[in-house]
């Protein structure tokens, strides 16, 4: 899992896109509407690769525990985030 594996070209800072997507709101104890529903989230994010993040979260409707893939978008984002991050940390 990517977890704990920096992005590529990290100079400083050991920054993950895990770490950005917690930044964005998407971690453990947090509330949040993905896919029209609300959940409340019982895990940090999970990368499997790159491009696919899961949270674990519980349906607020139903009370199911449920897996939940972060959208496509928002790892995207999150991915430049961090690689531009990592490109300007010297100039701080």
Known sequence: ?????????????????????????????????????????????????????FVDGIEKKSGTLRRIRIPLPLVFMANQAGRFKHQHSNYR
Request: aromatic residues 8%.
């Open 1 to 53: 899992m990517l977890n704990h594996i920096p992005f590529r070209g990290a100079m400083n800072e050991n920054i993950t896109i895990c770490d950005v997507i917690r930044r964005l709101g998407y971690s453990k104890d947090s509330q949040v509407k993905l896919y029209g529903e609300v959940f409340e989230l019982v895990s940090d994010p999970i990368a499997v690769t790159r491009n696919l993040v």
